[in-house]
């Protein structure tokens, strides 16, 4: 890790880099440079031409510039903001008929390259050659501008995140005028469903001797004290309220709840099992019919859809099964529902960038929840990198801003992602996208997979914690208009986990051998021993 200094547009910024190790080697060594990289990059360019350069003000930049007819170029800055295009600019007027600009400009691109290898390992940027029309001889040709602009990213605000916010609810609107415009193709199917409220473990009797094992207040009560238990879909105690402020024991009673009421399941609606809310009593003092459960209570978002019906004997179910599914090829779409549709996984862990620029795909995975999702509740983590947390105040594993809702209602999932998305603003590219996963895997044990959605254009800070998760991993690269983020191939590569856009399925990197070359959505990737290097033409 390095700092340094350097003047952008908007003032002076403090920036860092760190190289991602590529098993013993370093991504960040110098790799080899050629004539043939320049050669590359000058030929897959975008031509402009115009009468006078002027630089695009809309991003901040940094002007690399040369003497007119020199090929000199001063050393870019590293920063952690993303590069999102580099205007080579030159003028077209020479006063000699043998001088060969493509020559003069191959030397340039040479040199730019020789002094930042990381815009040749990882070109995910728009390569402008502009050539200058509006100068007529050598004396005004000095006054225009030579040499390279490179422009980055700008940090985003809060205010940004409300902006984004709104595009969002404004997709999501129209999802459901186009639902409502197409609604002769949504199919709806009613069929019941068993429903079983949750069992205990243990008899009435052991648990209450167990509670007369364990409890120790000194303080006498007599009386009915009582209580709620949440439990999650295997029936564990997430949460324990005591009712009233009589009871003079509340946080020592709470804790030994937690410890020995046990259930089976939740409460289970035909295969699958739900969190419940159980309404419990304790007569004190304590004998063996002290416990009673008398009610159960599941979500009213369960309730609603599964049309829950309590009865005297426990409850009833019917499942509204309403299909979406004709109407998906209708809908605006981007790589994220394109992925989940087209592979159909069952993951119920879903690890989700929500920083700035991510909404056209975090709208997508609404979209997805809202037309193509399960009725089976999945874990959604949404992460926003430190919840505007300053750079520096950044520490690796604990960055933050991080929340987590278990749900099947896109409702439901799009509430708790805007708060996340609230509590976020600007920042550097790097996120945290390990410390979310991990914080999902703790939220949900029983997932042996995990579904992230991330921006291929910010690689996480945090990849070294990757080997304190054990699943599988699929990632969602969104975001590849210029070819996917060497980073994340090689990270993928190393950990075994699988990449996807929305042309590709990377399932099985550790298949490629070192020379090999992919070709994916016309770019080539050529591994090397220090990993896979991305070729510049398309």
Known sequence: MFQLLFPVRHGIHRVSYQWLLFGVLSLGQVVQLSAQDAEQLLSGAIDVTIEQYQPDQRYDNIVLGSSYGSDSIRRLPVTSQRIVKIDLVYTAFSEDPLFDQRQLDL??????LASNPQLEANPLYDFRYIQQTGCRNAQDCLEFFHGFVVYYDRFY????????????????????????????LVKVEERKVSCEYPQLLASMEHIAGKLKEFYSCTEKFT???????LLDEKGRPQKIDIRGRRFPCQKELTAILRHILRWRTGIELGSDAFPVTVHGSIKFPIRDDSFSFYRYDPSAELVEQFQIQQTKDGCLGVNMDTSYVEIFPYIKKTEVSTVLERNEWDDRL?????TASMFPYTADLLKWMKVLGSNVPKHFVFFNDGDDKPNKAKRLGNVGGIDWVQTMDYKVARQKMFEVMRRGGGGDT??????ALLYGADKAPEAASAVMIADNQAFPRDARLAERYEGELKIILCGTPHGINTDYLNFAYLRGYSLHTGETDLTDLKSVRQGQVLTIEGYNYRLTAQGFKKEFIQ
């Open 157 to 184: 605000t809060k205010e940004d995140t409300r902006a984004e916010i709104d595009s969002i609810q404004q997709e999501l609107s129209e999802l459901e005028l186009r639902i409502f415009e197409l609604d002769s």
């Open 350 to 354: 879903f690890i989700v960038d929500v």
């Open 430 to 435: 790097p996120e945290n996208n390990i410390e």
């Open 107 to 112: 030397r340039r691109i040479e040199r730019l």
């Open 223 to 229: 009386g009915e004290v009582f209580f709620n238990a």
